[in-house]
């Protein structure tokens, strides 16, 4: 979308010359030639300054250069408002978020810490042993939400408790997450780290 945004800019700051150069050169060289101003070489600076200011005060030019100049403005000024309200939201943006939770047996989870976390909630799939009864969880998922908008250039989930559990980080943006492991947790602390670096 920004390719295509420079390219409508820069196109037609290129084509509003090229489109009108050229006639504006024609009607001055036949109003010129209407004027006689080639039959006397003597009075061409005064019939050229003659000749501009007829063209200046013609409706169909002031008509053609009000389009061109509008089109100009308006391509560029949006450019520029939507920069400007990039830039705005970079500044309003808070340098991470992070949360910690402990997985109980049977229970909700138990939220030990957080930091600029708005809410949160974590549902869980599970499968019954038709012939057992036995009760094992398949997969479990997690949806946070941060209460001020973060930068997401470093993330990271991780249990402190089992290091080598992999968390699957399905969606991340400025304003939510979400992630899910695809094994039993229950008893396990989790870490959930989001910041602008590392450090």
């Not at 196109?11 to 010359?17: F, I, Y």
């Not at 489109?19 to 050169?25: A, D, K, N, T, W």
Request: charge should be neutral; proline fraction near 5%.
């Amino acid at each position: 979308m920004r390719f295509f945004g420079l390219l409508l800019r820069w196109t037609v700051a290129a084509a509003v010359p090229l489109i009108f150069i050229p006639i504006i050169g024609e009607f001055a060289i036949d109003l010129a030639r209407e004027h006689g101003l080639y039959e006397r070489p003597s009075e061409t600076a005064e019939g050229v300054m003659t000749a501009i200011q007829g063209l200046i005060h013609n409706p169909l030019y002031q008509l053609c250069a009000a389009f061109a100049l509008g089109l100009s403005v308006g391509v560029w000024s949006h450019w520029l408002a939507s920069r400007m309200d990039r830039s705005k939201v970079v500044d309003t943006l808070e340098n991470g978020a992070s949360l910690s939770l402990i997985m109980m047996q049977g229970q909700d989870p138990r939220e030990i810490s957080k930091s600029n976390i708005y809410r949160w909630f974590v549902f869980q799939l599970k499968n019954k042993d038709l012939l057992t009864g036995a009760v094992s969880t398949l997969s479990t998922h997690f949806f946070v939400v941060f209460e001020r908008p973060i930068f997401t250039n470093y993330r990271r989930v991780y249990s402190p408790t089992n290091p080598s559990m992999y968390f699957n980080i399905l969606d991340l943006s400025p304003r939510s997450m979400m992630f899910t492991v695809e094994q039993d947790i229950s008893g396990v602390a989790i870490d959930v780290h989001i910041s602008k670096s590392p450090l």
